[in-house]
């Protein structure tokens, strides 16, 4: 993709885009969010704040009140994302022709494929409590040809890596154990292994098949261990605390609340 045109917008109130934790200044960057994270804006992104946003910050108050009517009347939400797009002048009409062929193409997809990959997307900029309730309704889903049991594993194994991200680790085994019976698969039990060993009341119901390779698993654990251990961040802090505690205990309330920031935006 590239730049058509870059207008200097006098923003004094950016526009925060809490799923990717980023704040928009432009209509570029505007538009650049919408090229490259259609699963993201292809359900309710244009909404009242965005349209207020458009009109009252980037100054372009007959693209938000065309917005506005089309919302009112149900138009299709996709054709007021190609419609900024062909306003804002960032994007070529050969680029945007590309990006229509993309949404349309996505559109296509079978409802519960198309909410797998929403919520893998969500999953992969760690919006993970967003990710687990599209995973839940992905499995309402009725059966058929695509939603059989090789496409319900798989749901049900991101499904468990969800809830382990979010500490849940009762849910993520449960969740692990679905994926294996419906994949047929031993592939989850690794999981639910490491998952036993931060949650000891799961150990009684790891499947007997764990002990296979329990000395394999552990090497890794403590690898993983090893390298937590030795990540940069804490390497820097165990330093500031060696020469100046008093600078070390601030470093590392900043490290936790930085954590906590962190763990707030995966709910």
Not at 6 to 21: G, I, M
Not at 42 to 51: A, C, H, P, S
Not at 210 to 230: I, L
Not at 245 to 259: D, F, Q, S, Y
């Amino acid at each position: 993709m590239s730049l058509l045109l870059c207008r200097q917008e006098a923003v004094s109130h950016p526009y925060y885009v809490e799923p990717l934790d980023i704040h928009l200044y432009s209509s570029q960057e505007l538009c650049y969010v919408i090229v490259h994270h259609p699963l993201l804006v292809m359900e309710d992104f244009v909404d009242e704040r965005l349209i207020g946003f458009i009109r009252d910050e980037l100054n372009m108050g007959g693209l938000a009140g065309k917005l506005e009517k089309w919302k009112a009347a149900g138009e299709n939400p996709d054709e007021m994302l190609f419609f900024i797009l062909s306003e804002c002048f960032y994007y070529t009409p050969s680029e945007i022709s590309q990006y229509r062929q993309q949404v349309a193409a996505l559109r296509k997809k079978h409802p519960a494929e198309f909410e797998k990959e929403r919520a893998d997307y969500l999953f992969g900029i760690r919006q993970y409590g967003k990710a687990v309730q599209i995973y839940g309704k992905v499995l309402e889903s009725p059966r058929d040809e695509t939603v059989n049991d090789a496409f319900l594993g798989k749901v049900w194994n991101n499904l468990g890596a969800a809830y382990a991200r979010l500490f849940q680790t009762s849910k993520a085994f449960y969740a692990y154990e679905k994926a294996r019976e419906y994949l047929k698969t031993e592939d989850p039990v690794e999981r639910m292994y490491f998952l036993a060993g931060i949650n000891p009341e799961l150990k009684e119901k790891l499947p007997e098949t764990a002990g296979e390779k329990r000395r394999e698993w552990e090497e890794r654990a403590a690898a993983a261990r090893e390298e937590a251990y030795q990540s940069r961040e804490l390497l820097k802090l165990e330093q500031m605390f060696e020469q100046d505690p008093e600078k070390g205990k601030n470093e590392a309330a900043k490290l936790v609340k930085k954590w906590r920031q962190e763990y707030r935006s995966m709910i």
